[in-house]
């Protein structure tokens, strides 16, 4: 129960650090946060349910450190670009 | 297929001149288009003294072409490859110097094909082809100097008057489709006989307020003659189609002689003849016939009395003559009807032809005002005119009186005890004889006796040197034509070149014998026996023949009638008016203001067409562009529905933030609203 209950918290916490944060490398650091909030329930689970829950906490960390490059890429792009990486001046797509 | 050939020779002219008349030196297209009508008319007669023809194929499935020549179809292929040819010749004379000389004679000979086509079919899609291709001659050639704005009114009006009298024949033939069954005329004829019993409903019962409509009923087969006689009506220009055929003389002089006087007219009166099978199962019918023939004989001719033009003059003679041919078809009198047709073609076309050599004589003036005196210098013309004229207003031994007296004496034998319309066809063509007479008589006088009006400021060198190149004489449309600069309206009327007048003399030689010598034959000998069906009991023909010894003693009988008294006095009073007091015409004018103005006005036909159904239909079109295409289509239903999505876009693209956390906040907001919605659905 508490392994969800942190994992809960670790989450919420990323939640609020993607919506209040100004800087892309802080709103990308609260999306891994989030991720690995994730699968500390999938491997919470594991324990009660079987390996099941661990392989796919394996798969997160997989896919995660792939989108952590991809990520950090693009990051590095925009600030080449800009001078900045404040998210809230990437706002070209404005309807 | 020696039948099919006498369409294809003129289709081939067509052809060749269409492709390559540019290239051609000036006589040429003219002698081949003559040459070959003269090849087709050999051919033609030859085929009628053989006993007839027919030509069958399969065109598409189930849709015959067929071609049939019989003695009335082969008849009438005579008239319009003969008159014809002669109208040929006299064109090459006529057209020369045309910038559109190979034109002319192209358009010239697709007429001729497509009117032996209308003549010789024996179905009816064929007869339709050629009565579709015959109204598009006609169109080409009355706008033939498309530069002229009032040539190209006269063939718009000509096309779209004419298009209303098809749709009444194409409704007919559909009613002989669904009806019969069948397209071929035979098979047609057999199995009306049938269906005769048959009825349409044109407007079904119905109840308005608890007031209960009868449904109004007429038989198929009134339904079927009418609708094809309307289409008769546009073509051979009968009240209230008739407002085409006098701005028709907008085209050049051949061509209202050969199309709008001789032969197109005409084909009207020859598919009722052709019909008659149909028409005679319909007393309904015949008499609507009647009565549309009887008043247009009578007050088209009215018309006539008071017209300048000498043109116009003989094309509201024309109209009065088809009225004439039509109450002879209202009578069942059809055999009269084709007679005078034929006799008519001959004449008129000689009238329209004469009226052409003065138009040519005087420089290209068509008032007759401004005539006057012109025996003198024109006496083949005054000749050949005065022929035709004796010959239209039915003089003892010219053509026109066998055929006009025979049509008289049916109507006023179908009078007897008849319907009150047989009784006011009877009157009108009584009464139309003196009205023939006296414009007739009044345009001879007005343009060949009299004092000279017309004004001569030349020199007779001037005048000699137009006689050198008369040869060449151009038209006045070519607008812009040095020629006619030069030539001005100066110089002293001429006689035309030999190509004019020898056909005038050759058209002048029927006219006076031609209805002498075939009356006997043609009316009274069964010469249509099969080709025209008349029932028993409407059949004067037959009456009159009981009583018709020889041509001499029926000339001798129509001379005690009235009409031949009647013509008499038209003739007597022209002569007094015009040759002897022209003050009379003078206080006339004066004394019938109103009834001359109502004449001027021609009825108001022209107005209630022009301005009121032309005038109304673009009224109307104009209005439904600006209400319904422009209002309706474009303004609500295109440029609505892209305003429509624009007015929403623009409500909701305050939603698209750009910014990142907005996105965010929506999707966490939404995965927890699923979340919800999920773990409430399964929850159990």
Known sequence: MSYLLTSALLFALGVYGVLTRRTAILVFLSIELMLNAANLSLVGFARAYGLDGQVAALMVIAVAAAEVAVGLGLIVAIFRHRESTAVDDLSELRG | ?684
């Open chain 2, 1 to 684: 297929m020696a039948l099919l050939g006498t369409i294809l020779l003129p289709l081939l002219v067509f052809a060749l001149l269409g492709l390559f008349g540019k290239r051609m030196r000036e006589p040429l297209p003219g002698v081949l288009a003559s040459g070959l009508v003269l090849a087709s008319f050999l051919l033609g007669a030859g085929l009628l003294l053989s006993g007839g023809a027919r030509f069958q194929a399969e065109w598409l499935p189930g849709i015959p072409f067929s071609l049939l020549l019989d003695n009335l179809s082969g008849f009438m292929l005579l008239i319009v490859t003969g008159v014809g040819f002669l109208i040929h010749v006299y064109a090459i004379g006529y057209m020369g110097g045309d910038p559109g000389y190979s034109r002319f004679f192209a358009y010239f000979n697709l007429f001729i094909a497509m009117m032996l086509t209308l003549v010789l079919a024996d179905s009816y899609p064929v007869m339709f082809i050629g009565w579709e291709g015959v109204g598009l001659a006609s169109f080409l050639l009355i706008g033939f100097w498309y530069k002229r704005p009032t040539a190209i009114f006269a063939n718009l009006k000509a096309f779209l008057v004419n298009r209303v009298g098809d749709f009444g024949f194409l409704l007919g033939i559909c009613g002989v489709v669904y009806f019969a069954g069948t397209l071929d005329y035979a098979q047609a004829f057999s199995q009306v006989n049938g269906i005769s019993q048959a009825v349409i409903e044109l407007i079904p019962t119905f109840t308005v307020f608890g007031h209960t409509f009868v449904a109004w009923e007429v038989s198929a087969v009134t339904f079927i003659a009418i609708c094809l006689f309307i289409g008769a009506m546009g073509k051979s220009a009968q009240v209230p189609l008739h407002v085409w055929l006098p701005d028709s003389m907008e085209g050049p002089t051949p061509i209202s002689a050969l199309i709008h006087a001789a032969t197109m007219v005409t084909a009207g009166i020859f598919m009722v003849a052709r019909m008659s099978p149909i028409f005679e199962l319909s007393p309904t019918a015949l008499h609507f016939v009647l009565f549309i023939g009887a008043t247009t004989a009578l007050f088209t001719g009215l018309i006539g009395i008071i017209q300048n033009d000498v043109k116009r003059v003989v094309a509201y003679s024309t109209l009065s003559q088809l009225g004439y041919m039509t109450v002879a078809l209202g009578v069942s009198a059809y055999s009269a009807a084709v007679f005078h047709l034929m006799t008519h073609a001959f004449f008129k076309a000689l009238l329209f032809l004469a009226a052409g050599s003065v138009i040519i004589g005087m420089h290209h003036e068509q008032d007759m005002r401004k005539m006057g005196g012109l025996k003198k210098y024109m006496p083949i013309t005054y000749w050949t005119s005065l022929i035709g004229t004796l010959a239209l207003v039915g003089t003892p031994f010219f053509s026109g009186f066998y055929s006009k007296d025979t049509i008289i004496e049916a109507a006023a034998h179908a009078a007897h005890g008849g319907h009150w319309i047989n009784t006011y066809a009877d009157w009108a063509v009584m009464l139309g004889v003196f009205v023939t007479s006296f414009y007739s008589f009044r345009l001879l006088y007005l343009t060949f006796h009299g004092k000279e009006r017309f004004e001569t400021h030349s020199d007779e060198s001037h005048h000699a040197e137009s006689h050198e190149i008369h040869g060449n004489e151009a038209h006045p449309a070519h607008d812009n034509n040095a020629h006619d600069a030069h030539h001005g309206h100066g110089g002293l009327p001429h006689e035309s070149p030999w190509v004019v007048t020898v056909p005038l003399i050759l058209l002048a030689i029927p006219s006076i014998f031609i209805g002498y010598f075939t009356i006997g034959p043609m009316l009274f000998g069964g010469f249509f026996t099969g080709a025209i069906e008349v029932l028993p009991q409407n059949d004067v023909i037959k009456v009159l023949g009981e009583e018709f010894h020889g041509p001499f003693a029926f000339t001798l009988h129509g001379m005690q009638m009235p009409a031949f008294w009647l013509a008499l006095s038209g003739f007597a009073l022209a002569t007094y008016i015009y040759l002897f007091n022209i003050r009379v015409a003078e206080r006339a004018q004066k004394i019938f203001a109103l009834p001359i103005r109502i004449l001027e006005n021609k009825y108001g036909f022209d107005d209630l067409w022009v301005k009121g159904f032309a005038g109304g239909s673009i009224a109307l079109g104009g209005k439904a562009w600006k209400y319904i295409d422009a209002g309706l289509i474009d303004g609500v239903m295109v440029n609505g529905t892209a305003n429509l999505v624009g007015r929403i876009a623009r409500g909701i693209r305050g939603t698209q933030t750009g910014r990142l956390t907005t996105y965010a906040f929506a999707m966490i907001v939404g995965l927890i609203a699923m979340l919800a919605i999920a773990t409430h659905l399964f929850a159990e």
